[in-house]
């Protein structure tokens, strides 16, 4: 199976993305076809081989559209990529202000025509309102020319739409505006250069010409606004791109070269002084810093970093000046990750789009058909009711101005521009979403799964107790003998006691002839006297203080000296200071919260308290973890699970949503649909609160989008007439529908303010 992305130029509408998604889906090689009409792109998945973009355009371009492959960012180098991204805005930009020169042109002419329509209702309906001043004869052609030129010259896409529906028999929404634009002015045409056979035929004298004006200036008008609306939902994308660095400086051997950031190659040295910002991943070599992460974790406080700690190219040094090490460059950087990632969320398809695409793939057909049985309806039953003159003049408007109201890009955009808005917002919160769906099935969760170990934990060892026996030696004094020894020991633990010895400004004591026993401890001598950190024994796990610290998950380390026993030290990976918010709000939210471990009951039951998790499932092998996943889901339950380690990556797979700490492993990152930067556990209530502020926006949308549609067509055609002899000119039918697209699209805007919480 080949996956391939494109840009898709000549798409206006959900009827366009539909008419797209058939044809590619229906060619040989292709098993699979998905068309975003919000972010103008395809993704095709074929069988076999991919079909060369040529074959696929010779078969669209006879309905309007084409194709252009875009290299996947993983296969392009960054600046080409950004250079290609720039380029696809650019067009962009261009075609918006090609749209906004034809708004300039043809607004002004809609609020004229559209102001004198309104004259002519309120001198007909109210007493004194005075006449318009030029007669209607001489008005009605002056309209008739300049709906000519508008139609003829500015609606030549709409022109073009109904060309394509006569060859091809596909409609699009063009298709529509054109036919309904093309009846007005042509039976306007006829009824003005011809009156004599007008009259003979006894057809009504009202012209139309007004109402196609209108129509297209106001039509005109919301494709504008929607296509301004559209490209600011991209806004997460393009503030990403703009953190990617054009430049490097090369460290070599005290000399600094600056260089375009594509020259750097892994293990490149690099200069970054302060307030310069890192242009790729790396490693810091020598010198510590502040750096802001806030662009890519969404944490507002700097990190503090020295030697041996990594950096993300993105961020900002703001303190000292450091030399780090290239580790990812390109596509390999965190940065281009995230935005490949977004990128793919933003193109993809949620569910609940799939009855909108279905609406939307014979909603122009079968507007097309209700609009010739209302003509022919208002004919039928107009005709002994009214007269044929006006029947025929009603059933005229009325065909026009459902063909003008019904508008199928509405359901369109109503799911894709909320993922954009709302995939962006998470961006820029931290949270990376892999795709749609992802973020639907989150909405739904209704029980959170945690890993302990690096989740609920902080994942590395640390200092929680300092017992010295007797009163022989402080707790000052038996941490620096402690630390002393084990400064020489590269083990977890070791590295913790030395870590706490740091913390708490302990100088650690000078000791020789330093030797690791496996499986016991460390030796070495302190001012001639033999030191040991070992391992209890079985004896000595039976004394009160350690079999309490054991019971809890500890680690305990015996320190002793000239053969006696001085004290002890606990260890223990310690609770983040974040869980237990985390884990009262996702139960403020109704979600039911279980820890899974392979931690022992002990351990697992003591962090689980502190976290204030009831539910634990403790002694769980890496290869059971997925068992106890589907176990949930055989209950019921829609499962999301957080973790982070590579023993974690098949129940990420398997859970309705997995969720990845980024500080883990690339395994875990990629089995998971939502990705959580900086290991931050609060993001977890954080991502389920996006979801469902999208979710609610995608629905809010659906709901107008139909509701538009279902109220407009009836009231375009006529429906309040018999009641309350109202009928809806088909010029407010334009407004409606240059109305419906953009209302869509400032709903889903609404989400850039949302708040996700701390």
């Excluded at 019904?406 to 521009?417: I, K």
């Excluded at 139909?706 to 009231?715: A, K, M």
Aim: glycine share 10%; aromatic share 6%.
């Amino acid at each position: 199976m080949t996956i391939r992305n494109y840009s898709v130029k000549g798409m206006h509408c959900a009827s366009c993305a539909a008419i797209i998604t058939k044809k590619l889906s229906a060619l040989d090689g292709v098993a699979k076809a998905e068309v975003n009409l919000a972010t103008e792109t395809a993704r095709i998945e074929f069988s076999g081989e991919p079909v060369s973009v040529e074959a696929l355009n010779s078969m669209l371009e006879k309905y309007g559209f084409s194709l252009v492959e875009e290299v996947p960012a993983k296969a392009a180098a960054p600046e080409p990529a950004a250079d290609r991204r720039a380029s696809k805005k650019q067009e962009k930009l261009d075609e918006l202000l090609r749209q906004k020169q034809q708004v300039l042109a043809a607004l002004p002419l809609a609020l004229i025509f559209f102001a004198v329509m309104l004259w002519h209702s309120a001198a007909s309906a109210i007493a004194g309102v005075p006449h318009f001043p030029i007669d209607m004869e001489t008005w009605n052609s002056i309209a008739l020319l300049v709906a000519a030129w508008m139609l003829f010259h500015l609606g030549k896409p709409f022109l073009r739409g109904v060309v394509s529906f006569i060859r091809t028999g596909a409609a699009s929404m063009d298709t529509l505006i054109g036919i309904g634009s093309l009846v007005a002015w042509s039976y306007s045409a006829f009824a003005i250069l011809f009156p004599s056979l007008r009259d003979l035929l006894g057809l009504p004298h009202e012209s139309f010409s007004d109402a196609a004006i209108v129509v297209i200036g106001f039509v005109l008008l919301g494709k504008y606004l929607e296509a301004r609306s559209k490209l600011k939902t991209g806004e997460a994308i393009e503030k990403l791109i703009g953190l990617q660095s054009k430049s490097a400086i090369v460290y070599d051997n005290g000399t600094e070269t600056e260089v375009p950031v594509e020259q750097v190659v892994k293990g490149t040295m690099l200069v970054v002084k302060p307030g310069g910002r890192i242009p790729v991943d790396g490693v810091i070599f020598s010198g510590s810093s502040s750096i802001d992460e806030s662009m890519i974790t969404g944490e507002p406080v700097p990190v503090d970093k020295r030697e041996g700690d990594p950096v993300i190219g993105g961020t900002i040094n703001r303190q000292g000046a450091i030399i780090f090490t290239a580790t990812g460059v390109g596509a390999e950087t965190m940065l281009a990750r995230i935005i490949s990632m977004v990128e793919d969320a933003q193109g993809s398809k949620a569910p609940v789009q799939n009855l909108a695409d279905k609406v939307a793939a014979v909603f122009v057909p079968a507007v097309l058909v209700v609009a010739a049985l209302v003509f022919l309806l208002w004919l039928g039953i107009g005709t002994p009711a009214l007269g044929f003159k006006s029947a025929l003049a009603y059933g005229i408007m009325a065909m026009v101005g459902i063909l003008v109201i019904a508008c199928p890009c509405a359901l369109g955009l109503a799911t894709p521009t909320a993922i954009i808005v709302g995939t962006g917002l998470g961006a820029r919160h931290g949270i990376l979403v892999r795709n749609a769906e992802s973020l639907e099935m989150l909405s739904r969760v209704d029980t959170v799964v945690f890993d302990k170990t690096g989740t609920i934990t902080r994942g590395t060892p640390s200092v929680t107790g300092i017992e010295p026996f007797g009163d022989k030696m402080t707790d000052g004094e038996l941490l620096a003998l402690a630390a002393g020894i084990e400064k020489h020991s590269e083990h977890p633990l070791a590295q913790a006691i030395v870590s706490a010895a740091k913390e708490r400004n302990v100088e650690p004591a000078q000791v020789t002839e330093f030797k690791a026993l496996e499986g016991v401890g460390v030796d070495a001598l302190l001012g001639g006297e033999p030191v040991r950190i070992r391992k209890p024994a079985d004896a000595e796990t039976a004394r009160p203080e350690v079999e309490r610290l054991q019971q809890e998950g500890k680690t305990v380390v015996i320190v002793e000296r000239h053969g006696e026993t001085i004290g002890m030290i606990a260890l223990s990976d310690t609770l983040k200071p974040e869980a237990a918010e985390t884990v009262a709000a996702l139960r403020k939210m109704g979600k039911r919260v279980v820890m899974l471990t392979g931690d022992n009951r002990h351990a697992a039951r003591f962090i689980a308290r502190q976290a204030g998790i009831d539910e634990v499932l403790a002694e769980v092998l890496p290869g059971d973890k997925a068992n106890a996943i589907k176990k949930l889901q055989s209950e019921g339950r829609t499962v999301a699970m957080a973790g982070d380690g590579i023993n974690d990556a098949p129940a990420l797979a398997l859970a309705d949503v997995g969720i990845a700490m980024a500080g883990g492993t690339d395994v875990a990152i990629e089995s998971a649909g939502i990705t959580l930067l900086g290991g931050d556990i609060r993001k977890v209530a954080q991502a389920i609160t996006l979801s469902r502020k999208t979710m609610r926006v995608v629905r809010q949308n659906l709901f107008w989008a139909f509701i538009y549609n279902v109220i407009g067509i009836p009231l375009a055609a006529g429906a309040l007439f018999p009641l309350y002899g109202i009928f809806l000119n088909p010029a407010f039918s334009g407004i409606a529908m240059a109305g419906s697209s953009v209302s869509v699209v400032t709903n889903s805007l609404r989400l850039r303010a949302a708040r996700l919480g701390k």
